[in-house]
Structure formats: structure tokens, C-alpha cells
């Protein structure tokens, strides 16, 4: 077995946990499209920022930069309107998504902001950099450490106390199918559990990260399914079912990049590919039977020992 493959750290869980209204700067500097660009000068200079999002009554529609105004500048057409030389189409963030679809978001296109906009009315609702996504979870950190401190019992304790031939805890959860709203709140409900139980941080952030991807699948791809997690004294077997679909080609769902996810589903931010294979890499042992037309049943083990907490 592959432990350094398997590794997590509280971070990439905190990423998993925390949303990008979390993190984002609420309080943005916004210019109409109407406004000439020689607007840009006091606002780029005042606020020392090299980007400021355009909103046409509230609503987001572009993005202009400092080198839009330094081209401006160039050329002698510093009367321009902001919507004649700004960015349109630019890649945005909903406000509820995970924090790490921003971390991959960044990673992928290398941009130094994201405008943030409400999935409800597509409102710009703030802005996230990098810094804000540091500084956001060093601060979750802290206080994720408190409370790691006050629940310093293990759960073998409680498995030592009880007098059974076999014993195991159950704990069961119902996922709606398509309410991405809801999208989480089982895989985050197990992870508290789990803590409140006394297991390694270790162990809990890769049941935490497996059981969220799956998690996303059902919402994505189904009309609903149920998760089942069972602690027992050596592992947490974790099981994913659902009515759905189906996976007609369960070797290609497994190679990362791979998405048969809906347009809309990619425009909530979700379907990149990388759900099953996440999966397989933190789970010990993962189990993966589909039906086309009559759903999926995966299971997922992630064992108790031979791990150190790495916080």
C-alpha cells in the first residue's frame, strides 16, 4: 500500500468544506460600462488594484484591467467607453461553490482574481484572489484547531466498553438528486461525526473527501441516492447507491479528466472528471458495480490503522 498516494492534510479538506463566499472580498470596486476608461486612473491608483469588475445595475458583464487602461493610454483613447475596451466573458465563481473548485480554477486558467457572482441572479457578490483563499483557510485552520483539542478521545474507547461478539455504529444519509444547494451537507454531516468520534484527522479527511465526491455524483447524475457509512474497530465502510443511469463505461469513468456531466451541470461548477478517481486515491479500497438504466452501488473502505495524524 501507497500511504504517501493517500496522504491528506487539513487544508485540502478545509478546501473541500469551506465555500468561496467563505473566503472572497465582499467589499469590491466596481465601474459602470458608461463610464469613460479615464476613469480608471484614480480608482487603479487609489485602491492599488490591477483589475476592476464592470456591473451594469449590479449585474456583472465584464472585467477591465490595468493593461486595458495602459493600452488606452497608448493609443490616445482615454475617452473610450469601459465597454468598448473591457473583457467580456470572463470565467466567474458562484459564491456557494466549494473553495476547491477556486483552487482548481486558478490552477488551470492562472488568473490572479475571480469575479464572484450569486448563482441565483448572477449578481457580482465579491471577488477571490489567491490571497483571500490563504488567508481564508489559515483562519479556519485556527479554529478547526481549537476544536480538534477539545474532542481528544478515540473511538476505540468506545468499541473497548461495549461486549459483543461484532459491533459496528450506522450512520445514514439521504442525498437529493439535482439540488446543488444541498450538495455536501451529507458528506460534511459524516465528517463532523466522525470527529465528534475520536479518529484521526487523517483518516476523517479522506472518508470526509471520498464521501463528498461521491456525493456530487448522485446530485449530479441522478435523481437522489442514500450514503451509509459503518464504523467499525478497523475501518469506515462507506456505501453510495443510487437509482440513476448508470456508468456505461466504468474504465473510462475511472481515467481523470473523463465527464459525461450535462452542460448545465458544468455551468454550476461541477463535472470536471475528477470524482471517481479522488476516490480511489484517499479510499484503502473502493468497489465500483453499475447497471445502465438501474443505478450505481460503490463502496468505499478506508481502514483505522497504519496511519499518523498529520496536522
Known sequence: MDNNKRTTTKIQELTYELKVKDVMTKDVETVSPKMPVNFLRDVLQNKRISGVPVVNDNEFVGLISIEDFIKCLEQG????????????????????????????KFEKFGFGRFPVIS??????????????????????????????????YRASHIFNDIIADEVFLKFQ???EGKNFDKAGEASTGLKKTLYRLGLSPEIVRRAAISTYEAEINVVA???????????????????????????????????????????????????????????????????????VGKGTHLEIIVKLSNYRDED
Open 77 to 104: 483613447k482615454m475617452d473610450d467607453l469601459i465597454e468598448d475596451r473591457m473583457t467580456k466573458n470572463i470565467k466567474t465563481l458562484y459564491a456557494d461553490e466549494p473553495l476547491v473548485h477556486a483552487v482548481v
Open 119 to 152: 448563482r441565483k441572479d448572477k449578481k457580482l457578490v465579491g471577488i477571490i484572489t489567491k490571497s483571500d483563499i490563504i488567508k481564508g483557510v489559515l483562519k479556519k485552520l485556527e479554529t478547526a484547531y481549537h476544536d480538534e483539542e477539545e474532542r481528544r
Open 173 to 175: 444519509y439521504y442525498v
Open 221 to 291: 447524475f441522478t435523481d437522489g441516492g442514500i450514503i451509509v457509512a459503518y464504523v467499525e474497530p478497523h475501518q469506515i465502510k462507506i456505501v453510495i447507491t443510487d437509482k440513476g443511469p448508470g456508468i456505461p463505461n466504468i474504465e473510462n469513468a475511472m481515467k481523470p479528466g473523463f465527464s459525461t456531466a450535462p452542460e448545465w451541470v458544468r455551468e454550476l461548477g461541477f463535472g470536471a472528471g475528477m470524482g471517481l478517481p479522488n476516490i480511489k486515491k484517499f479510499a484503502d479500497k473502493m468497489t465500483l458495480r453499475s447497471k
